[in-house]
């Protein structure tokens, strides 16, 4: 058994996942090759991973670091799963252009790493990476499941499904804690089994139902949110009371989805709904403020611990392994899977395992409001797909005027304009655009 990791350097999330996996059936004596660009963060993450299979696995597995582009071919090479975490260009010098264009035009960002004019960049200097990872796993590992954990998850989950004959699945961690998030948020106080069922698309799925030993307990959730909202989750909850469900990611990721709540006609709405402007950076800015001591806690410890992380990964994986079937919620093609929701767009829908690999759950028709608004996000992605495959500056313009927030803030000469800014920042991942 051999699992890689493509972006390994990114410390935090593969200790979750490294350390589910040393703790689950079927996985604890794979081999793991560990690949990054970055030679000292990826001997950072060599480092702290024998740590932990020493301190919690026995030493069972194995581990192989590979830096750079000449040592993917040996770090994929026999694979049966592929998890992907990468990041192209980092903060410095992509995504600080991403918000620093973006605020140039006035178009004001919480994220920026989904949808809007910096999420169709981010996947625009994604996907060529992706190009590359496809090429050689269909010849190093073309069996292989390629689980992708890097955003914009709909377009690039998207794009792999659809242009390259490689096995994959999106995974998000909004799904599992959207029920809870809602549940602690307005204070109800589950005493029985609290089940849920979730689909739409990622970032933007809806919580259809939930339930107490059966009993349908979102009537009396929505009477405590009219009382009771979070001051972190504000906008969250009016969507839920407009539209009548909770989506699945958070506040200020939704409010850069949508039309209604980051608007320079109503500038009091950003204090009104406690939106995080510009919070991507700050969080980047503070992550590698704190690395050193993060380094020190995570790679230097020589007698690591860990309890099983909230990650499907694991979990997928030895579904697939042992015949054991496993039910999440995966990104996929639709291809009928929400019957109001266009076939080809990439879906977060129930799935499930065997050792047969991962199929859809049928959920059928979404409310109507709801599957409105996945359909203005998902005219974004569409697009977006088709311009990192045509390579068309058109199609990438056209996929920005269709994006709700921006078209809602901008002139069409303005996006544009945005847009031919972006092409010139990240000159070095797109030069094949005309």
Same mark, same amino acid.
């Given at each position: 058994?051999?699992?890689?990791?493509?972006?390994?350097?990114?410390?935090?999330? &593969?200790?979750?996942? $490294?350390? !589910?996996? %040393?703790?689950?059936? #079927?996985?604890?004596? @794979?081999?793991?090759?560990?690949?990054?660009?970055?030679?000292?963060?990826?001997?950072?993450?060599?480092?702290?991973?024998?740590?932990?299979?020493?301190?919690?696995?026995?030493?069972?597995?194995?581990?192989?670091?590979?830096?750079?582009?000449?040592?993917?071919?040996?770090?994929?090479?026999?694979?049966?799963?592929?998890?992907?975490?990468?990041?192209?260009?980092?903060?410095?010098?992509?995504?600080?252009?991403?918000?620093?264009?973006?605020?140039?035009?006035? &178009?004001?960002?919480? $994220?920026? !790493?989904? %949808?809007?004019?910096? #999420?169709?960049?981010? @996947?625009?200097?994604?996907?060529?990476?992706?190009?590359?990872?496809?090429?050689?796993?269909?010849?190093?590992?073309?069996?292989?499941?390629?689980?992708?954990?890097?955003?914009?998850?709909?377009?690039?989950?998207?794009?792999?499904?659809?242009?390259?004959?490689?096995?994959?699945?999106?995974?998000?961690?909004?799904?599992?804690?959207?029920?809870?998030?809602?549940?602690?948020?307005?204070?109800?106080?589950?005493?029985?089994?609290?089940?849920?069922?979730?689909?739409?698309?990622?970032?933007?799925?809806?919580? %259809?139902?939930?339930?107490?030993?059966?009993?349908?307990?979102?009537?009396?959730?929505?009477?405590?949110?009219?009382?009771?909202?979070?001051?972190?989750?504000?906008?969250?909850?009016?969507?839920?009371?407009?539209?009548?469900?909770?989506?699945?990611?958070?506040?200020?990721?939704?409010?850069?989805?949508?039309?209604?709540?980051?608007?320079?006609?109503?500038?009091?709405?950003?204090?009104?709904?406690?939106?995080?402007?510009?919070?991507?950076?700050?969080?980047?800015?503070?992550?590698?403020?704190?690395?050193?001591?993060?380094?020190?806690?995570?790679?230097?410890?020589?007698?690591?611990?860990?309890?099983?992380?909230?990650?499907?990964?694991?979990?997928?994986?030895?579904?697939?392994?042992?015949?054991?079937?496993?039910?999440?919620?995966?990104?996929?093609?639709?291809?009928?899977?929400?019957?109001?929701?266009?076939?080809?767009?990439?879906?977060?829908?129930?799935?499930?395992?065997?050792?047969?690999?991962?199929?859809?759950?049928?959920?059928?028709?979404?409310?109507?409001?709801?599957?409105?608004?996945?359909?203005?996000?998902?005219?974004?992605?569409?697009?977006?797909?088709?311009?990192?495959?045509?390579?068309?500056?058109?199609?990438?313009?056209?996929?920005?005027?269709?994006?709700?927030?921006?078209?809602?803030?901008?002139?069409?000469?303005?996006?544009?304009?945005?847009?031919?800014?972006?092409?010139?920042?990240?000159?070095?991942?797109?030069?094949?655009?005309?």
């Amino acid at each position: 058994m051999k699992i890689t990791f493509l972006g390994a350097g990114s410390v935090v999330f &593969l200790r979750n996942v $490294i350390d !589910d996996c %040393l703790l689950t059936d #079927g996985l604890k004596d @794979a081999h793991y090759a560990l690949y990054d660009i970055d030679c000292q963060r990826l001997s950072d993450a060599l480092s702290m991973v024998n740590a932990l299979n020493m301190s919690i696995n026995d030493g069972k597995a194995t581990f192989s670091a590979h830096c750079g582009g000449a040592h993917l071919a040996e770090a994929l090479h026999g694979a049966d799963f592929v998890v992907n975490a990468i990041q192209v260009g980092g903060y410095e010098p992509a995504t600080k252009a991403d918000f620093d264009i973006c605020n140039k035009y006035h &178009l004001q960002t919480t $994220i920026g !790493d989904t %949808l809007g004019p910096a #999420g169709i960049f981010r @996947a625009l200097r994604t996907i060529p990476i992706l190009d590359f990872f496809a090429e050689t796993m269909s010849r190093e590992c073309p069996q292989a499941w390629f689980l992708n954990y890097t955003n914009p998850m709909g377009i690039l989950s998207g794009y792999m499904q659809r242009y390259t004959d490689i096995k994959t699945v999106g995974l998000c961690h909004s799904v599992q804690v959207t029920a809870k998030k809602l549940m602690d948020g307005v204070g109800f106080v589950a005493k029985g089994h609290v089940a849920y069922r979730i689909a739409g698309i990622n970032h933007m799925a809806w919580l %259809l139902a939930i339930t107490e030993d059966g009993r349908d307990i979102y009537p009396e959730i929505k009477r405590l949110s009219l009382d009771h909202v979070p001051e972190n989750d504000r906008v969250r909850i009016a969507v839920m009371n407009k539209f009548g469900y909770y989506v699945t990611e958070s506040s200020e990721h939704v409010a850069e989805y949508l039309p209604y709540f980051i608007k320079k006609t109503y500038p009091d709405q950003i204090e009104k709904y406690n939106i995080p402007l510009d919070e991507y950076p700050r969080r980047c800015i503070m992550n590698i403020e704190k690395w050193s001591q993060m380094r020190r806690e995570l790679v230097e410890n020589d007698n690591p611990s860990h309890e099983r992380s909230r990650e499907y990964a694991s979990l997928i994986m030895r579904g697939i392994v042992l015949d054991s079937p496993f039910v999440f919620n995966g990104n996929v093609i639709n291809n009928g899977s929400i019957s109001n929701l266009p076939d080809n767009a990439c879906v977060e829908v129930p799935c499930v395992t065997s050792s047969f690999g991962i199929d859809r759950i049928m959920v059928g028709a979404l409310p109507e409001q709801c599957a409105a608004l996945n359909r203005t996000n998902i005219n974004v992605q569409l697009m977006a797909i088709q311009a990192a495959a045509t390579k068309r500056k058109e199609d990438v313009y056209q996929a920005a005027l269709l994006d709700p927030h921006a078209s809602a803030e901008l002139s069409m000469e303005d996006i544009k304009a945005l847009c031919d800014d972006m092409f010139v920042a990240h000159e070095q991942w797109l030069p094949e655009y005309k």
